[in-house]
C-alpha cells in the first residue's frame, strides 16, 4: 500500500486539495489493478506526496512539471486549477497568431476536469510497471520516448471515456502542428535527459505529445489495437541489443 504523504504549508492549503485527492486515489486503486491484472505492476512505489504546483517544482524538483516519480515516491499536485493554468502557460512567451486553432486549444485546456488530471497520476504510475526493462536506471541514453509515449497512451486510453480521448489527440495533434517547426528539430530517439533543461514548457511538453502521437498510431494503426504485441516487439529489440534506434525499427521516424 502506497503511503499519503501531504506536503502543504498549512492546513488551510490542505483543505483546499483535499476533495479533489480523495477523488484521485479513488480512481487510482481501479488503475492500480488494471496495471496489475494486465500489464505487469509487481511494486508500486512507497507513498504518494500530495503537494501544490509551487512546491513540487521548486522544493522537490526544479523540473517545471508539477508531476514526476522516482523509484520510491510519486509526487503530485492534486489541483485542477492548477493544472490548468500549467497547461496554458505553454502558450506564454510564445508569438502565436490568435487563429482559431489557438482557441481551440485555450478552450480545450480550461475544459480540463479531475478525470485529465487523473490521467497525469495515472502515467506516474505506469513507469512502475515491468514491462519497462530499464525504468529508474541511472542512465538511459534511448527509447525514454516508448516509456513516456506509452505512459502517456495507457493512462489516457484506459481512463477516458472515447469522445474526450478523440479530443485530447485532436488537441495535442495542433500542439505538434504548432511547436513542432520551431522545437522539434530532432528525432524522437534524441528525447532525454537533456531534454528538461529546455527554457520553454512547449519545448519541454512537445517531446511528449509527439511520443504519445507515436505509440498511439504504433497501437492503433500498425498493430490494431494489441497493446501486448507492441511491447513484444520493444522487448525484441532490447534483448537483441537496440542495434538500430526505436523509431527505425518501429517505423515512427516521421513523428
Not at 485527492?21 to 504518494?48: D, G, M, R, W
Request: overall charge negative.
Amino acid at each position: 500500500m502506497m503511503k499519503q504523504i501531504y506536503a502543504f504549508e498549512s492546513i488551510q492549503d490542505y483543505e483546499i486539495y483535499k476533495d479533489e485527492i480523495h477523488v484521485l486515489n479513488k480512481k487510482l486503486t481501479a488503475y492500480k489493478e488494471l496495471l496489475i491484472n494486465q500489464f505487469e505492476l509487481k511494486e508500486v512505489p512507497k507513498s504518494i506526496v500530495w503537494t501544490s504546483s509551487k512546491i513540487a517544482t521548486t522544493v522537490f524538483s526544479q523540473v517545471p512539471v508539477p508531476a514526476y516519480t522516482n523509484r520510491e515516491t510519486i509526487y503530485m499536485s492534486p489541483s485542477v486549477s492548477e493544472w490548468k493554468a500549467f497547461y496554458l502557460s505553454q502558450l506564454d512567451d510564445e508569438e502565436l497568431e490568435n487563429s482559431d486553432e489557438i482557441q481551440y486549444i485555450k478552450n480545450y485546456f480550461h475544459s480540463l476536469t479531475i478525470d485529465d488530471v487523473f490521467c497525469i497520476l495515472a502515467h506516474e504510475l505506469t513507469h512502475h510497471i515491468e514491462l519497462f526493462p530499464d525504468e529508474f536506471e541511472e542512465e538511459r541514453h534511448n527509447s525514454i520516448w516508448f516509456e513516456e509515449g506509452m505512459c502517456e497512451y495507457l493512462s489516457q486510453r484506459m481512463t477516458l471515456p472515447e469522445q474526450r480521448y478523440k479530443e485530447l489527440r485532436e488537441n495535442e495533434n495542433l500542439m505538434i502542428k504548432l511547436f513542432k517547426p520551431k522545437y522539434g528539430g530532432f528525432s524522437l530517439d534524441d528525447f532525454g535527459a537533456d531534454s528538461y533543461n529546455q527554457t520553454s514548457l512547449a519545448s519541454i511538453m512537445l517531446n511528449y505529445w509527439r511520443s504519445a502521437a507515436a505509440v498511439h498510431y504504433l497501437v492503433e494503426c500498425r498493430y490494431e489495437g494489441n497493446v501486448m504485441k507492441v511491447f513484444g516487439n520493444y522487448m525484441e529489440w532490447h534483448e537483441n541489443g537496440r542495434q538500430q534506434p526505436l523509431t527505425e525499427y518501429f517505423g515512427v521516424e516521421k513523428f
